[in-house]
């Protein structure tokens, strides 16, 4: 994946859009986990995924998606889950 950035204060351009210094930090993990599951430790994985399969990797702060396509991963970033994950813990302290 070529990606072209442009250093601007405190955000980067990329692909015509401005990204603050969180998203550039998401899109740095999303990297980060491309790197690794199309390497060799990462193969025990990728290896148990059939094509076209997918599995989610939450944190407190974000969500990745993850799909296997053409034998390789790829890393998608589905949403700043800060919101969801403070509505869960919610719902989850409603049930006490």
């Given at each position: 994946m070529k990606v072209n950035l442009r250093e601007d204060s405190n955000a980067v351009q990329e692909r015509g859009f401005l990204m603050s210094s969180r998203e550039q930090?998401?899109?740095?993990?999303?990297?980060?986990?491309?790197?690794?599951?199309?390497g060799p430790l990462g193969h025990g994985v990728m290896d148990h995924l059939k094509e076209g399969e997918s599995f989610t990797v939450r944190s407190q702060d974000?969500?990745?998606?993850?799909?296997?396509?053409?034998?390789?991963?790829i890393v998608?970033?589905?949403?700043?889950?800060?919101?969801?994950?403070?509505?869960?813990?919610?719902?989850?302290?409603?049930?006490h």
């Open positions: 930090e998401i899109a740095k993990i999303a990297k980060m986990y491309t790197r690794y599951l199309n974000e969500m990745l998606e993850i799909i296997k396509q053409k034998g390789k991963a998608k970033i589905l949403e700043d889950s800060r919101t969801d994950a403070t509505n869960d813990t919610s719902r989850l302290s409603n049930l």
